[in-house]
């Protein structure tokens, strides 16, 4: 168990793992395996859970014969479903998302992007910014400081 929220890991496929992230899209998956395979890390990716199903509306109480007599109350009563009227539509399914995991369970990806500790395939270190997708390339000549 992780003392903090910093360093997550869990078991994958039977695989003790440092968690990277979780629920992430198809694409972002393998834009994180590119570079955590190139920096010679083992890439573990699993199905994410599906979400938990939000609790049924609850069902207003019944109107008391004081509740009448208020204010409050003086709302016109919402019509029940008729066997006539179209059923709404289903929700659309949740979009497929994944959990991803390296086998080093001392990996933390904080630590490694701040520290320095990737590179990209180009040769250049991983910045904020590129492991974020924000920036096409992370090439950060330029001093932070400086950037506008």
């Known amino acids: 168990m992780a003392i903090n929220q910093n360093h997550l ?3 994958l496929n039977g695989v003790k ?3 990277v992230e979780k629920n992430v899209l198809p694409a972002r998956v393998e834009f994180l395996r590119r570079i955590l395979e190139y ?3 083992t890439v573990v990716v699993v199905p994410s859970p599906p979400p938990k199903a ?3 509306a609850a069902t207003p109480p019944a109107a008391t014969p004081n509740a009448a007599a208020s204010p409050a109350a003086a709302t016109p009563p919402v019509p029940a479903a008729t066997p006539d009227a179209p059923a709404a539509p289903p929700p659309p399914p949740p979009p ?4 991803i995991g390296v086998t080093d369970v001392v990996f933390n990806p904080i630590n490694a992007i701040f520290g320095r500790l990737l590179h990209t395939p180009e040769g250049h270190v991983v910045t904020l910014a590129y492991w974020q997708q924000k920036d096409k390339d992370s090439n950060d000549t330029v001093p932070y400081f400086t950037r506008s």
């Open 9 to 11: 890991f869990e078991e």
């Open 17 to 19: 793992c440092a968690i």
């Open 39 to 41: 920096n010679r890390f």
């Open 54 to 56: 939000a609790p049924a």
């Open 96 to 99: 497929e998302t994944f959990t």
